[in-house]
C-alpha cells in the first residue's frame, strides 16, 4: 500500500470526550481545568492547567494500579498499544464477559482484542456493567493476546474487592484499554492506535484511542 493510500485510510475515534461531566469511579478525582493565563494586552498566550485521575475516558491501566512496585504507566513498553487489533461484540452479554461471548470470532487471534459490550456507551455513570471472566482473561492469553481492552469502566466489576480479572493481568502479563467508545464500530480487524502518555509513577494514562482500516 502506498503512503498516500494508507493517508486516507478511515479512522475511528474510539475515545469519549473528557469533561467535567465524564463518569467516574466513586472516589475518583474529575476533570477539572483552570486557566493560569489568558490573552491580554500584557500576555500574549491562554494557557490552562488541569487535574483528573489518569483513570477518566478511555485509558491505559498500569501494573502498579493493582500491585505495589509493579511497573507504573511510564515504564510500559508501548508495541502492544500499536497494531493488528480485533473487535468482537459481545454486546448484552451481561454481568461478566465469558469464552463463549468470544469464540465465535477467535480464529486466528490478532495480539490485541477489544469486546464491544454496550449498544452505546454509558455517557452516565452506572455501576452495573459488563466485565471480564477471570478465565476468559486467561483464555485470551492462551491463544496470544497481548492486549485486552473494552467499552466499559473496568475488567473487573465495579463491586470486586479481589479484582480477579486485574490480578490475571498480572499474572499474565497483559495490557489493557478501559472506557473506550465502540459504537459505531462492526465486529472485525483493524489497526490500534492508543499510546499512554509517559507519566514517571503513574498508575494510569489517558489515551487517545483510535482504530484505522487496513
Not at 500500500?1 to 461531566?21: E, L
Not at 454481568?95 to 490478532?110: C, E, F, K, R, T
Not at 478465565?135 to 479481589?162: C, F, H, M, N, Y
Not at 492506535?193 to 489517558?206: E, N, R, T
Request: glycine content about 4%; proline content about 8%; charged content about 15%.
Amino acid at each position: 500500500m502506498s503512503t498516500s493510500a494508507q493517508d486516507h485510510r478511515r479512522i475511528w475515534d474510539i475515545s469519549p470526550s473528557v469533561s467535567p461531566d465524564s463518569p467516574i469511579f466513586p472516589g475518583d478525582e474529575p476533570y477539572a481545568l483552570r486557566w493560569t493565563a489568558q490573552l491580554a494586552a500584557d500576555c500574549p498566550v491562554n494557557l490552562s492547567a488541569i487535574t483528573l485521575s489518569p483513570h477518566v475516558g478511555a485509558h491505559a491501566d498500569a501494573p502498579l494500579h493493582y500491585a505495589n512496585g509493579a511497573a507504573s504507566v511510564g515504564e510500559l513498553d508501548l508495541a502492544p498499544y500499536l497494531g493488528p487489533c480485533r473487535v468482537i461484540h459481545a454486546i448484552d452479554c451481561g454481568p461478566l464477559i465469558h469464552i463463549n461471548h468470544l469464540q465465535h470470532a477467535a480464529q486466528a487471534l490478532p495480539a490485541r482484542v477489544l469486546v464491544r459490550c454496550c449498544t452505546k456507551a454509558s455517557e452516565t455513570w452506572q455501576p452495573e456493567f459488563s466485565a471480564f471472566a477471570p478465565e476468559t482473561v486467561a483464555w485470551l492469553a492462551q491463544q496470544g493476546v497481548r492486549l485486552i481492552g473494552l467499552d466499559t469502566p473496568s475488567v473487573d466489576p465495579a463491586s470486586s474487592k479481589s479484582l480477579d480479572s486485574h490480578q490475571q493481568l498480572l499474572r499474565l502479563n497483559l495490557r489493557v484499554l478501559e472506557n473506550l467508545v465502540l459504537d459505531e464500530v462492526a465486529e472485525g480487524d483493524y489497526e490500534l492506535i492508543a499510546l499512554p502518555l509517559k507519566l514517571s509513577g503513574a498508575c494510569a494514562s489517558p489515551v487517545r484511542a483510535i482504530l484505522r482500516a487496513f
